[in-house]
């Protein structure tokens, strides 16, 4: 049986152990009336904790097998290889599991084909197989056998209750430890390869050096051969295109957010924030697009009608697309947090003489300062993190410069740059991509802890 298919299956039957644990609890409720025995729990969490029962311990063996089931099956296949292809180097016993790899997922063509490779693709196909087979008998075994456990188990003073919301508090803490050693992990990872990276490359000279050329010779004899890698260039462009976007999107969002708050009607608003929100859905790719032919072009022209020189790739015209991108971040937030404002303070600006445009300026948005700060986070950190429209409007140039109408680059069209194609992660070339993720990270770091203060430093309550 497909795996794709146990899923949906074992739903079906967790939901007939369900309605089995539900029907035997109602029955065991009509005979405590007899008896004075009452159920703990309503039937409902009777019939919860068999479904329960049943479908996680088969879960959790579908997911040990997902995890593993390719290394087991590909050590399988490997072991039938002849002994000279056993005791190959590290190296090309990775690429001989890519190629075998490859020839069962359908990816080599038939003349590249090895017939020893072949035979073994043949068997891990087959053992392929026979595992699905056995894991739908595992799966569907453990769960009638766990089911049919906790269906006899069940008894008037049982507390189901208990037993159901204990399960699913552990559930919710795995969730939550999943999610924080994800986010350790990442951390770490870019920190170790940092790390690597600094033992080749000085902290002071990465963080205060001016130029950036991160290319390395083939020869030492070659120019460039030791490669520049300061980063402050690819640091200015970012900050320069974040603020130029950030200069767009945060009054047209804000003022957005107040008309649609305080001035529009119910059938403006209907349709007009679902529109505006479309933005927001709307690929990056495109956006480059339209940056690249329409933008582009636009300011290059507008600023040879002046007399200034403008490159055919520029922080401005990447700046503007991007603003236009971000609006909604900003829009959407500020619009929610305006309408949470109490109409009773507004009412109470009212009532002391102030107008419309006063009580706004003066009482709604510092009330809701807090949640408009983060929504102009959340927009920052979309900006700082866009790699499409960059690579199309504004270039890979690593120009320190604070002309807006020159071509620039950021710190994430770097890392893709730095990471694109068959590379080996023991070079300042390659290493120098995570050192850039750290120094992102940390510039994000600092712009949260800046808003966390801002929204405690103004946070209000209200009753």
């Not at 649609?260 to 679902?274: D, F």
């Not at 909604?328 to 445009?357: E, I």
């Not at 992102?440 to 009753?463: G, M, Q």
Request: hydrophobic content about 50%; overall charge neutral; some cysteine.
């Amino acid at each position: 049986m497909s795996p794709t298919i146990l899923l949906p299956a074992l739903l079906g039957f967790s939901m007939l152990a369900y309605m089995q644990g539900k029907k035997r609890a109602l029955s065991l409720a009509v005979q405590g009336k007899q008896t004075g025995r009452t159920l703990h729990s309503q039937p409902g969490y009777y019939g919860m904790l068999i479904g329960i029962c049943c479908v996680l311990p088969a879960l959790c063996i579908f997911a040990f097998w997902m995890c593993f089931a390719d290394s087991i099956l590909t050590a399988a296949a490997l072991g039938t290889l002849p002994d000279a292809m056993q005791d190959l180097s590290p190296d090309k016993m990775n690429l001989l599991v890519n190629d075998l790899r490859n020839l069962v997922a359908g990816h080599v063509a038939a003349r590249d084909i090895d017939p020893v490779l072949e035979q073994a693709a043949g068997q891990y196909l087959g053992m392929q197989q026979m595992a699905d087979n056995a894991l739908a008998v595992v799966m569907f075994g453990t769960a009638l056998f766990t089911a049919s456990f906790s269906y006899m188990k069940i008894r008037p003073e049982m507390r189901a209750r208990n037993h159901v919301e204990r399960i699913i508090q552990l559930v919710l803490i795995c969730c939550s430890t999943i999610a924080i050693l994800t986010t350790v992990g990442i951390v770490l990872s870019v920190l170790f390869e940092s790390i690597r990276f600094f033992q080749h490359i000085p902290v002071t000279d990465f963080l205060f050096g001016t130029k950036w050329s991160p290319q390395m010779a083939m020869r030492a004899d070659q120019a460039g051969s030791s490669g520049t890698f300061g980063a402050v260039p690819v640091l200015a462009g970012t900050f320069m295109i974040s603020g130029i976007a950030l200069s767009v999107a945060v009054p047209l969002g804000l003022m957005s957010a107040v008309y649609l708050s305080e001035y529009a009607g119910a059938r403006v608003r209907a349709w007009a924030k679902p529109i505006m929100e479309i933005l927001a859905g709307v690929p990056t790719v495109v956006y480059g697009f339209f940056a690249a032919l329409v933008v582009a072009p636009f300011v290059r022209q507008s600023g040879e009608l002046f007399g200034l020189g403008v490159s055919s790739e520029s922080a401005l015209a990447a700046g503007l697309v991007m603003g236009i991108m971000i609006i909604p971040f900003v829009s959407s937030l500020s619009d929610d947090v305006l309408n949470a404002v109490p109409q009773a303070m507004r009412d109470g600006s009212y009532g002391l003489g102030a107008t419309k445009s006063e009580t706004i300026v003066n009482v709604v948005i510092p009330a809701a300062l807090p949640g408009i700060v983060g929504g102009v986070l959340l927009a920052a950190s979309r900006a700082i993190g866009e790699t499409m429209i960059v690579v199309m409007a504004a270039g890979m140039s690593a120009n320190l410069t604070a002309n807006p109408l020159q071509a620039v680059t950021t710190v994430t069209v770097q890392i893709v740059t730095l990471l694109v194609g068959d590379q080996e992660f023991d070079s300042p070339k390659t290493l120098v991509a995570f050192a850039l993720g750290l120094l992102l990270f940390i510039v994000t770091l600092i712009l949260n802890v800046v808003a966390l203060y801002i929204v405690r430093r103004y946070r209000e309550e209200y009753e």
